[in-house]
Every structure is written in C-alpha cells, then in structure tokens.
C-alpha cells in the first residue's frame, strides 16, 4: 500500500491552518460523525475497524470507548495522550506538526462518541512547537464552531484544553498522565478502578493517543470494512513506524500494519548506513526486547511480534549495526531507565539504579565473573513486581540483548575491552 | 452488612467482605502478609512490593499486591510460597542497596521494621552493589530530624500528613536518586508548613524520622508503655506514653483511642517534654520573710489547716484547674463544700453548661462543611481542626469562619465572617447536606442565631475550654469565683500554668493563698504555702473530654520521693479539718 492515510496533508503547505486543512477535506468526518451518526454507532465503526491503540499496549480502540459509562448526566473526559516518551518514537510529534486538525477532529469525534465535553491535550514537555500546534489549532477549530457550544447545532459540546507536560517519561502511562493533568505528582495510579470508571478529576475517563485519534476521521469517513481490509487479522490499519539508528534514510514512514521489518529497514529506509550489516533492532522503542537480523520477516504487527519474544509498541524501530557495541547500548538505556522511574515501587526505582551500575562496571571494564548472570537475576526481581508495566520495560531490552549477545558482555568482562 | 465472599488463601478457605483487599482478608484471618508501605489507617498505595501474592482468578495466574489487589468471590491466592519469598528477600536487598543502611549506628535499630523484615527472610548479604547515594540531613526542625539515608520511600509520613492530619506538609520530591521526603516544595522541615503534629514521626518504620529527645534513649524492648488520656486540651487524645527507667521519653499516639484515633498535636506529644522550662516543686514550701523555704510536709498542712479552719466561712475561696482529674475535682468539692464555702471556681473562670444533644468527634469526618465560631483551631485543640482540615483539604467540605479575630484557619476558609454577618454563614449551610458547627468559648449571641436558624440540620460541637470542663460541670465547679471576696484562699493549680493576670493580681492582695503545684511558676509571688502535687504523667484517674467521654489517665512514671498526688493531699486535709 502506497497511498498515503495519516500522511495524506503532509507537505501541503500551511495545512496546519484550518482553513487550508478544510479545502483538502478536512472537518468532513466530524460533520459525517455529529450530523449522521449516533454516539454508539461510532464506537461500533470503531470496533469493526479493529483499530488498536498506537501508544504502545496495543488496547483495542473501540472497546475501550464501549467501556465508558452511557449516562448522559456524567461528566465525561477525553485525555489525548501527547507525552510521546518513548524514546526512538517520533511519530506523534510529526503528525502533531505536521497536521494538528486531523488529530484534533479525531478527538472530537471521539469525545463525541464517548459523550465527553472537556478534551485535556497533554503534550510532551520537550515538544514547543506541538504545544504551539496545539494551541493555534484549538483556536482556530473554536473560530470555527468545532469546538464550544451545541457544535455544528447539534447539542454535542466540546472544551479543549492544551496542556504541557514537564518532561516526565511516566507521564505516557495513562493515570500518571491522569495525576499529572490533575496537578499530582506524575506516578501510575493504582487499577482498579480503571479510568473508564474513575479517571481525572474522579470522573470517567477516555485517554487515546495522538496517532489512534489519527485514524478515527478516516474509518468515519471512508468505513470500517476499508480500515479493516489493511494489515493483518488482528491488527489493522495503517501504522506509522519511526524508524532510526543506523539506516540511510531514518523518518516517518506510514505502511500498513504487518509490514515485515526487512521491508521497513532496507525497502523503505534505505537499508544499513554506509553499507554495514544489521546487528540489532528494536522493533517498538526502548522498551521492546531486542531483535536479531534473524527475525527480519517478522510481520510487525500486535500479534506477530510477541512470538518472537518481542512487542510492538509503539512501532518505533531502533536500529543498530555491527559497530554498536551492545553493552554501552544497554547501558543508555538503563540510564533513561534509572532516571524516568517514578520512584514510586522499589523494584523500579532501585533495580533500574542497581542494573545501571552493573552495566557501567562491565562497560568500565571492571566487570565481574558472574555479573551477567546477577543481570539476569535482577531482571526477574523487577519484572512482574512493579507497579505499572515500566518496570517489565526495563528489563526488555536488557534481558533480550543478554539473549543474543551474551558472549559479547562475557567478552567485555574477560578481556575488559570491546569487542567491536 | 456487608456480602461476604469466600477465598482460598494458601490452600485454605477463609472469608472476607466484598472491598476487602487480599491483605485485609489476608489479616481478618490470621494470615501473615510481609509489608513496608502498608500502615493501618493509611491508604495503600503498593510501593514496597513485598506484599506480592500469586493470584489466580478466571483461570489466569498473576502476582500482584495483596494490599492493592480487591479481594473477589473464589479467587486462590498464595501469599507465601518459596518463590514468592525468594522474590520478596530480592526486593528488600534492593531497598538494602538503595540507602545508606548502616543498622549498627541507627537510632532505630532493633526497632526498625526494614531490619525485621531482613532478619526474617534471612539476609546476611546483599547481592547487589551498593548505590551509596549522597543524602542530606534535615536537622532544621525543632521536634524531629529527617535523615533521608534510612528512607525507603515508603511514603507513609507522606500519607499520615495528607490523610490523618490533613496538613499536607511532606510529600515527594525528585525522580531517579533524587527521589525524596521533602517537606512543601522542598522547604528545610523546620521552615514548612509543618503544624508538628508528629504523626509522620510515628508511622515511620525506620530511623528516618527520629524524635530529637528520645533518640538513643530506649528501644522498644527496653521501654515501658502505658496507655493514657493527654491532659492538655479537652479533646482528650488517647496517648501512649513511652518512659525507661521512671524517665518519660516519648509521648505517642494511641491508634486505638477513640477520640482521636492515633493523631495528637504539637501540644501533646512535643511541648511538655521539649519546652517545660518551669521549676518543679519537690517538696512542700512555705512562705518566711517574704521568700518560700522549704519544709515538712506536716507542718504546711497544719499550717493550711489552720488557716482555712479558723477563716471567716464568707472570707474563704477555693479555686481548681478544670485539669484535674474527676475524682479529685470530686474530693475538692467534697472538702470544700463540707467547710462551707461558697466561692468556689475554675482558674480557667466559669464554664457555660452546653446543651445536651452534641455531636461527637467522629461525626465531624462526614460533615461536608464546617462553621467555626470563636475558636482558633490553629492553637487551641488543634486536634479538632486536623479534622477539619482533612475535611476541607481531603473531601472538599467548606469551611466557614465565623470570628473577630482573624484565626490561624482564616487561610482555609471559604469565607470569614464577622459575627454581626452570621446569617450569611446560615445562607451557605443551604448548599451542604451535613454541616457542623464548632463553636468555642469567645463564640456570643451569633452561636444563638446559628442554633435558631440551624436547628435541626447542623450538628453542634462544643469545644470546651479546659481539659476536664464536664468533671467540673458534673462536679458542680464550674461557677463565677468571686477574687475579692476570698481572704483566704486554696488554689489547686495542677501543672497548669495558664492563670490571668487579673486574677494573680488579685490573689496578691489576699490574706493567705496555699497552692497545690507542681511548679513554682506563676506562684512564687501569690503563695502562703505550696504543696507539690504530680504532673499529667504521675496521675491516675479518669477525665470527661468534650465529647462526653470518660476516659483512663494512667500513670506512667512515679514522682519524686515528695510529691504526693492530688487525692492524698486533699484526704489530709479534710481529715485535719474534719470536713
């Protein structure tokens, strides 16, 4: 599939402004959504589109929506999930500004269908020109009755709200997101109950992240059957992956769900820089376990990965070639890790501390006998202990990298030099 | 009554109530469940781990904790298998590697739960390399010290402060290795918003808050405790009260006391042991050439015989603290009643008898807004604006202040309102279902107006003036003491050393004035004679609080060799005035 969904606007000049998005179709799907369409008609075209949240869980859409009580007399929230953290991710950003209205309208439609009349917007600390997006997009979509009172006449009402975030990796997962809109401390909170039940403000909350809210005007517009028919059985749709490391061309490419990763690499991103061979590759960020050249016609798709031993996440696909040295690699990571832990549970807040310094004596050469088993170890003391899924996050990739390179951290600790 | 529901909880079948928790059942049933974070009386947040249990329910298997965890209709649990016990002697070694645990030096050692919980799964070394994190020490606070090395992020001062004094103060700050304790945005503690209620001191389960006075003066095998009432208010919080050989060090909380359910304030568990400056009285003094000498204890009780005995009936005053236990306030009365005098009184002045129907301490938790009238709460029975404040600030109740002064509370109050604007403070009742009304000793014609106009739909709690108000009422002590009359007067001051200038003024002027004291301030000057009496920590008995509650005042050391308690002394007299 060569036709561009998501992407369609990008490289139209100035389509970030309302009215250039609208004379290239835009606000169609939520006129079609308001005018056309009941609220639960919406969600069922979103359950029969087997749209898949894009933030990383992979949660189905449609179903989540469905989840949220239907009393009229509630007051409901829509949370647009713009703290895209996950580092090698950068898609959110792109579509964000590149195209703020096509999400903006998803998330109108998607406030209509779950019957929220307040949208928070919560974006990435680190993103100021998404923030400015943001800001001028909400005006313009006030200016134009998308937004405000009774929109388009109808009694459906809709307030946004831009908020910027102050660059906490947390902060994605959707109740610490939650917290942090609230003015708390950015930290998960416990489930049950779930925020379709008791969210922000206490309140039932829908949170949908930027690229899921992406789709919505085009399954309203042009069918759920349509959507379903690209990707694979149990994901679909169009995916964006944002590929980078060691390829010739890194960017944005959208392709449709279950394109096998050696497409994705040398078909679309122009294969390895310079010519040199594919050591490694994260499938879906930082928090994905580590893949192998072996596994490039892996499918990346929700259901295809996990066989592998991998996830898809959020699709962002990290590559590494023959001149990474893995241990250092590891370590950036658990050194993000270290430092974003909330510091909520202790097998998070200290394991990651504890796994950090490990790899840096292995790294300084100062490792010792046994230490990459003492890695393992401590990656099952945190996973499964922690309070929300960071913590299994990582170990992923630290756990994996030991799966497949293991003689390269022996080779380090033995011969305290690298082996690349 | 709630649905009961049925579990198995390593292999054995036990009962819970449909919103228990895994460990609420866990607990309800004699099952031990290891935990750091968890304290009775706190939310659950689940950040220790160690309560992990192996779930399965609906045929999937998970670990999660128990705290957390709603316990559901037949789920099977296993909260102690070996490998969730391997998994749990992990995690502590984590929390081991994390701080700066050097047991051997620490105040809290052999009364620290990280290090039971160590000893009980058997830690004698720790897998991972030590972080050695630099932390600060905050000693900038007056009662307790913050050493953040011992701090596992428990978080239950955090929660104590929020959900049990409602004050907000402690939280966490930072991410990384810089997570910590801070108090409000990171302020030295002294400096805070800290109201010392102390109950972060209490809930900490290792040194990491330490009391600055009893640091390194007992631990817990070594220490006796003894449940009793604290005497310096008329709340009367349920204490208990920590002393090593007959020396009082540490005043705390009883979780289990009714009043005040674990909460005290600066005014009880700090103050007297920190900042009592007064002399004490060790043995009986008696007034020569102006100077007060000491003497036997049988010559200042002839002497105060006699004097009392040979005084015009009419010239005679007597004057108690509204501190004293019941059962002497009854013998003070007995005694002085059976001589015939008239004037008798409270040094706090007279006490307005209240209505009968009150509401009580624990119906002010579900008040969804307060109406304060002449009272502060920021420095009198501070305990009761906890409550107000974890309504105001956990469940978004109102709060009115209906006051001239401007009270500490002012500040958390909705509105404050003259007493003159007091049917605006009825206008907003409108908008609450349950409002309460606390009013206070300087409260005037504005409480009759709110009683008329709130009838039937506030409740109305009283905030009596001194400790045991009620023992006197029930005592019949509580009427207006004529000063100028009395030509011979007995004071039975207690350890209390609130007394108006007015009145020791007055006092100065009369003939002989003997003061049953346990200090020599403010009396000096105005005393003939002073008997030494015991202070709230030497007293048995029982007071009223303000509720209506009797409640038990134990003695937790023994006084000097010379002091007497408060009855014997006033057995000797009526025995040598034959009252």
Redesign the interface.
Known sequence: MLEKVLLKNVGVRYVERIGVYIAHGGYQAVRKALLELEPQEVIEMVKKSGLRGRGGAGFPTGLKWDFMPKDPNLTKYLCINFDEGETGTFKDRYLVEEDPHQVLEGAIIAAYAVGASKAYIYTRGEFPLGLKRWIKAVAEAYGRGFLGENILGTDFSLDVYVHSGAGAYICGEETALMNSLEGKRGEPRIKPPFPTQVGLFGQPTIINNVETLACVPHIILRGPEWFASIGTEESTGPKLFSVSGHVEKPGNYELPMGTPLREIIYGHAGGIKDGRKLKAILPGGVSTPMLTPEHLDVPMAFETLPKVGSMLGTGAVIVMDESTCIVNAVLHMARFFAHESCSKCVPCRVGTHVMTKILQRIENGEGREGDVDQLLDLCNSIRGKTFCPMGDATTNPLASSIQYFREEYEYHIREKRCMV | MAEEITLTIDGKEVKGERGDTILQVCQKNGIDVPTLCHFEGLS??????LC?AEIEERGRT??DTSC?T?AVEGMVVQVSTKQLNE?RR??LE??F??GNHYCMYCVASGDCELQDMAYRFGIDYI???L?YPERHIDASHKYVVMDPNRC??CRRCVRACAELVGNHTL??G????E?EIIADLKLPWGESSCVNAGACLQVCPTGAILDRRSAYKGKKDQVERVKSTCLFCSVGCGTELVSRDNYLIRVEGDWEAEPNKGILCAAGRFEPLYDEERTRVLRPLVKRDGRLEETTWDEALDLVAEKLGDSDKNALGALTSARATNETLELFAKLFRGIGVENIGCLEGPIAEPPEKEINLAELDEADMFIVVGEDLAEDHQVVGFFVKRGVNNRGARLVIVDDKETGFVPLAYRWLKPDEVEEAVRLCDAAARPAVIYGARAGEELAVLRKELAGKAGFFWMAPATNSRGALAAGLNGAFNAEAAQNVYVLACDDGKVGDELLARLKKANFVAVQSSYVEPWAEVADVVLPTVIWAEKEGTITNLEGRTLKVAKAVEPPAAVKGEAEVLKALIGRLGS
């Open positions: 659950d947040i689940g950040s220790c781990r992990i998970r670990i957390t709603p998994m992990a995690i984590l929390l590697s994390e897998r991972w390399p972080l596992i992020l939280g966490v930072g991410r990384d290795s997570a």
